[in-house]
């Protein structure tokens, strides 16, 4: 027939390439893990990467965080060039943390430093989960014991956004004394009266959650965070039973009184500088009431 | 329960069981073998030398679990005068897998608190495991806060595979629970000494562990995961945990070297368990020590080197001196 010379029929098979294969492309489109809404990243970022379709709360970068919640340009960062050594000569964790560094373009799980909210000062860490799980290791300990000691120095208060799995395997007994020295600093910052917000973020788990995180004067938390101090597997495996899907959510810690507040993203910089203006000044607020 | 036998001990059992065969025959034969059974005996005690002498770290695990390895409560009873018990965390109720109370060391009012576990199926459960759930350590603060507005020395016993993980203990803030306890001992104006006396499991055990003095006895091991946990993430495979045991540097020795606790505290050959009054003796000795040192430092200074004592724990390198050393 002659219609079959016109027709575009494939003489051969296409085989999909492993990248034509993924559902979204990498980069350009997100997939949304609750709701499966595509949308373009670009766009995404336009609204915090909050789904316009469920609300659930995508993970951000360190400094993303740190664009979205302080003052613009008001950010200044402490102990940038800190990154981990190996005291355990563990195998293949210097590789893995280059790995992350360069995946990353960070140094270390954790971004420090001092900028405003609302005008307000603070002093303020946010952690990145894409660098080894958020993982707490001495940089990470270290670089939160500074931060809050430049806290009590410039009396100012402390806000650290967690995003962990918990105490970094890798550097052993180290890292787990990282959980007694960042209480032990923020214990030297209740002492001066400064107060300490901490607002977990998907994940804050194991070591970290029972540390630091869990010791805000005010603890807040974003909307389906995962929190909590033991692994969901390892729970289901003592106990022999599935959990329920809202076990360890923020709302969950919120129906056991474990939170003050869970805050939606886009709420949540409102909301750290109404709580920043009530406690300031820090040290002479009552007398300056006082004194009219 | 019978006494566990540990797999490395074999040699020294089958020598053992020789050597009473011999004494045995002797007497029912009227044979002199006094000569051989000499001999063997050195041999015995040599072959002991080696194998406890040469613990490798998964043999020190082994020995941190043996069923009859002593306990809080069997050091407690050794080491002090005047102990009595007290109970409850006045929140939610009385957890049995930490025990705590006030008695007398050489004379001197102090507060002890430590985990406890069972050495029996049926103390294993009432115990759960020495894994404590929120209430433990709730109960272990309140009575470190006793000790502090009566200005009585702390000592606590770490000995856990860890906190307890459960629906219950999530639900009552198990993180919280622990975290707090961190941030309070941290701030403690009382001496506070501590000893892991078997295994020290995590956040669980650490929740006991901020103090002025750390020290472990010799077979006990500390680590921020168990072998098998740490092999299974690691290799995906729990039978993996010797390797993970070596990895992980969680032993004794490897922690003093390391610079993570203050002190080892020698055990009897063999494990505390041979023992039990000789390894108390050994503890009190540690404690003793310790406390002279300790007593008597102005609360703002045991404060201070406290906190200094713990940020001083880390390992860090900067990018700058990286590219330096290139």
Same mark, same amino acid.
């Given at each position: 027939?002659?219609r079959?010379?016109f027709?575009k029929k494939k003489?051969?098979a296409t085989?999909?390439?492993e990248e034509?294969? !993924?559902?979204?492309?990498e980069g350009?489109m997100?997939?949304c893990? *609750?709701?499966?809404?595509i949308?373009?990243?670009k766009?995404l $970022?336009?609204?915090?990467?909050?789904c316009?379709s469920?609300g659930?709360?995508?993970?951000l970068?360190a400094?993303?965080r740190?664009n979205l919640t302080?003052d613009?340009?008001?950010?200044?960062?402490?102990?940038?060039?800190m990154i981990?050594?190996?005291?355990?000569e563990?195998p293949?964790?210097l590789e *893995? /943390?280059?790995?992350? $560094?360069?995946k990353t373009? =960070?140094?270390?799980?954790?971004?420090?430093?001092?900028g405003t909210?609302s005008?307000?000062p603070?002093?303020?860490?946010v952690?990145?989960? $894409?660098?080894?799980m958020?993982?707490m290791?001495?940089?990470?300990g270290e670089k939160?014991?500074i931060a809050i000691?430049?806290?009590i120095?410039?009396?100012k208060?402390?806000?650290?956004f967690?995003?962990s799995?918990?105490a970094r395997m !890798?550097?052993g007994v180290?890292?787990?004394?990282?959980m007694?020295?960042t209480?032990?600093?923020?214990?030297?910052?209740?002492? *001066?009266?400064?107060?300490f917000i901490s607002v977990?973020?998907?994940p804050t788990t194991?070591?970290? /959650?029972?540390s630091?995180a869990s010791?805000?004067d005010?603890?807040l &938390?974003?909307p389906? &965070?995962?929190i909590?101090?033991?692994g969901?597997r390892i729970?289901?495996?003592?106990?022999? !039973?599935?959990?329920?899907?809202?076990?360890q959510t &923020?709302?969950f =810690?919120?129906?056991?009184?474990q =939170?003050?507040k869970?805050? /939606?993203?886009n709420?949540?910089r409102?909301? =750290?500088?109404?709580?920043?203006?009530?406690?300031?000044?820090q040290v002479n607020?009552?007398?300056?009431?006082l004194n009219? | 329960m019978?006494e566990?036998?540990?797999?490395f001990e074999?040699?020294?059992?089958e020598l053992?069981?020789?050597?009473?065969?011999?004494k045995?025959f002797?007497a029912?034969k009227?044979?002199?073998?006094?000569?051989e059974i000499?001999?063997?005996e050195?041999?015995l +005690?040599?072959?002991e030398?080696?194998i406890?002498?040469n613990?490798?770290?998964w +043999?020190?695990?082994q020995i941190?679990?043996?069923n009859?390895?002593?306990?809080?409560l069997?050091?407690?009873?050794?080491?002090?005068?005047?102990?009595?018990e007290?109970?409850?965390?006045r929140?939610y109720?009385?957890?049995q897998a930490?025990? #705590?109370?006030i008695?007398?060391?050489e004379?001197l009012?102090?507060t002890?608190i #430590?985990?406890q576990r069972?050495?029996?199926?049926?103390?294993?459960?009432k115990?759960?495991f020495?894994m404590?759930?929120?209430?433990g350590y709730?109960k272990?603060?309140?009575?470190?806060?006793?000790?502090d507005?009566?200005?009585?020395?702390?000592?606590c016993?770490?000995?856990?595979k860890g906190a307890?993980?459960?629906?219950?203990?999530?639900?009552?803030g198990?993180s +919280?629970?622990?975290?707090?306890?961190?941030i309070? @001992?941290? #701030?403690?104006?009382v001496?506070v000494?501590?000893?892991?006396i078997?295994?020290?499991g %995590?956040g669980g055990?650490?929740?006991?562990?901020?103090?002025?003095r750390i020290? @472990?006895?010799?077979?006990?091991?500390?680590s921020?995961i168990s072998?098998e946990?740490?092999a299974?993430?690691?290799?995906?495979? %729990?039978s993996?945990?010797?390797r993970a045991a070596?990895?992980?540097?969680?032993t004794a020795?490897d922690l003093?070297?390391?610079?993570?606790i203050d002190? @080892?505290?020698?055990e009897?050959?063999?494990g505390?368990h041979r023992d039990?009054?000789q390894?108390?003796h050994?503890i009190?000795?540690?404690?003793s020590? %310790?406390?002279q040192?300790?007593?008597g430092?102005?609360?703002e200074?045991l404060v201070k080197?406290r906190?200094?004592k713990?940020?001083n724990?880390?390992?860090?390198?900067h990018?700058s001196?990286?590219?330096v @050393?290139?």
């Amino acid at each position: 027939m002659i219609r079959d010379l016109f027709s575009k029929k494939k003489k051969y098979a296409t085989i999909p390439s492993e990248e034509a294969k !993924q559902e979204v492309p990498e980069g350009l489109m997100t997939k949304c893990p *609750k709701c499966k809404t595509i949308m373009y990243t670009k766009e995404l $970022r336009k609204i915090n990467m909050v789904c316009n379709s469920c609300g659930h709360h995508h993970s951000l970068t360190a400094y993303e965080r740190i664009n979205l919640t302080l003052d613009e340009n008001s950010f200044e960062e402490f102990e940038k060039d800190m990154i981990a050594m190996d005291p355990l000569e563990f195998p293949s964790y210097l590789e *893995k /943390s280059k790995i992350d $560094r360069e995946k990353t373009k =960070l140094n270390e799980a954790i971004v420090t430093g001092t900028g405003t909210i609302s005008g307000y000062p603070t002093v303020i860490g946010v952690m990145d989960a $894409r660098f080894r799980m958020g993982s707490m290791g001495s940089v990470v300990g270290e670089k939160i014991a500074i931060a809050i000691e430049r806290a009590i120095e410039t009396n100012k208060p402390f806000i650290l956004f967690s995003a962990s799995g918990g105490a970094r395997m !890798q550097e052993g007994v180290f890292s787990l004394m990282q959980m007694a020295k960042t209480s032990a600093a923020l214990n030297q910052l209740h002492e *001066k009266g400064l107060l300490f917000i901490s607002v977990m973020t998907h994940p804050t788990t194991g070591g970290v /959650s029972a540390s630091f995180a869990s010791l805000g004067d005010i603890n807040l &938390a974003e909307p389906g &965070a995962l929190i909590g101090f033991a692994g969901r597997r390892i729970i289901e495996q003592t106990i022999r !039973q599935k959990l329920p899907d809202d076990f360890q959510t &923020a709302e969950f =810690l919120l129906e056991h009184g474990q =939170l003050d507040k869970v805050v /939606s993203r886009n709420e949540m910089r409102s909301t =750290l500088g109404k709580m920043l203006q009530l406690h300031y000044p820090q040290v002479n607020g009552r007398e300056g009431y006082l004194n009219g | 329960m019978a006494e566990q036998q540990l797999s490395f001990e074999k040699p020294i059992v089958e020598l053992k069981n020789k050597i009473s065969e011999l004494k045995a025959f002797t007497a029912e034969k009227e044979i002199d073998l006094s000569g051989e059974i000499e001999k063997l005996e050195e041999r015995l +005690e040599q072959l002991e030398k080696d194998i406890y002498g040469n613990l490798n770290p998964w +043999e020190r695990v082994q020995i941190a679990r043996h069923n009859k390895r002593p306990t809080t409560l069997d050091y407690i009873k050794r080491i002090f005068t005047d102990f009595i018990e007290l109970h409850g965390d006045r929140l939610y109720g009385d957890d049995q897998a930490i025990v #705590g109370g006030i008695a007398r060391f050489e004379g001197l009012p102090v507060t002890i608190i #430590g985990h406890q576990r069972g050495k029996d199926t049926k103390e294993n459960i009432k115990r759960n495991f020495g894994m404590p759930h929120p209430e433990g350590y709730r109960k272990a603060l309140r009575l470190m806060k006793q000790a502090d507005k009566f200005n009585r020395p702390i000592i606590c016993f770490i000995d856990t595979k860890g906190a307890d993980p459960g629906i219950e203990s999530e639900e009552r803030g198990q993180s +919280e629970a622990i975290a707090r306890n961190l941030i309070e @001992m941290s #701030g403690l104006r009382v001496p506070v000494v501590c000893i892991v006396i078997g295994e020290g499991g %995590s956040g669980g055990a650490l929740a006991l562990g901020v103090g002025d003095r750390i020290f @472990m006895l010799e077979n006990s091991t500390y680590s921020v995961i168990s072998p098998e946990g740490a092999a299974a993430l690691l290799w995906k495979d %729990s039978s993996l945990a010797k390797r993970a045991a070596e990895t992980m540097k969680i032993t004794a020795p490897d922690l003093l070297e390391l610079g993570l606790i203050d002190g @080892m505290v020698q055990e009897v050959r063999g494990g505390a368990h041979r023992d039990v009054d000789q390894q108390a003796h050994e503890i009190a000795e540690t404690l003793s020590q %310790s406390l002279q040192e300790l007593v008597g430092i102005e609360p703002e200074t045991l404060v201070k080197k406290r906190y200094e004592k713990f940020k001083n724990i880390g390992e860090i390198n900067h990018v700058s001196d990286i590219i330096v @050393m290139k």
